[in-house]
């Protein structure tokens, strides 16, 4: 059991480059997150997915979009990358409501 | 909506101490709380959980937390550190459907020998 993954690992990105996240989970999840993590600031909800094909918007949803392609993958896009967005992405699973199992992250940097 | 304050940013014990790392929660109704631990470069993971019954959790590696309605607190303990437990500590409340889950702003645990 892989539990959730993450691609890349690490990225650099130029101001106003595009690039997406990948995640996907293995545990047969109806609910899937997107979370970045910033000094100081503990885990901030980005978006947040419940089932396939529904996506609703978390606490900073501002410069991403998400896409649920199935039970399985959820992506996380930067349309325009600011530096802003440099921060450490984690994405998460769960069954409705209970724990949530998390990836081992994405490092973004935006110059 | 929830919300979660950790009110000691860095906190440094010798090993074989004991510790308590304090967590306190703003929720309307009765939360799901969570302890989450994270090592360096790492991802979260959970130590332990409350969602009803027993207000004394037991959780993974020794820890173990107690659910204080009146005091809307929730402060993780662990009876002897070891060095391998310094990493960063969050605590999160969840609510609603949505397993809505807000975390706080974590508390770094230095071990010293």
């Known amino acids: 059991n892989a539990g959730v993954t993450q691609t890349p690992k690490f990225q650099v990105l130029k101001t106003g480059q595009s690039m997406t996240l990948q995640c996907a989970q293995d545990?047969?999840?109806?609910?899937m997150y997107w979370y970045r993590q910033d000094p100081g600031m503990g885990l901030r909800l980005i978006y947040y997915?419940?089932?396939?094909?529904?996506?609703d918007k978390g606490e900073v949803p501002n410069g991403y979009n998400v896409s649920r392609l199935n039970k399985r993958e959820f992506s996380l896009r930067l349309e325009s990358a600011a530096p802003s967005q440099t921060s450490v992405y984690f994405c998460?699973?769960?069954?409705?409501?209970?724990?949530?199992?998390f990836g081992p992250g994405t490092r973004l940097t935006v110059l | 909506a929830q919300s979660v304050t950790q009110p000691d940013i860095h906190i440094t014990v010798s090993e074989g101490a004991s510790l308590e790392l304090r967590c306190n929660y703003s929720?309307?109704?009765?939360?799901?709380l969570f302890w989450y631990v994270q090592s360096p470069g790492q991802g979260l993971q959970l130590l332990l959980k409350?969602?009803?019954?027993?207000?004394l959790v037991q959780g993974i590696k020794g820890f173990e937390a107690e659910f204080k309605r009146s005091q809307s607190s929730f402060n993780l303990r662990k009876p002897s550190v070891h060095w391998s437990d310094a990493a960063e500590y969050f605590c999160?409340?969840?609510?609603?459907?949505?397993?809505?889950?807000?975390f706080g702003a974590g508390t770094r645990l230095t071990v010293k020998p």
């Open positions: 997915s419940a089932s396939e094909g529904t996506t």
């Open positions: 998460a699973s769960s069954r409705l409501v209970d724990t949530q199992y």
């Open positions: 929720y309307g109704a009765t939360p799901y």
């Open positions: 545990m047969n999840h109806n609910s």
């Open positions: 409350y969602f009803s019954g027993d207000t």
């Open positions: 999160a409340v969840g609510a609603g459907e949505r397993n809505d889950m807000r």
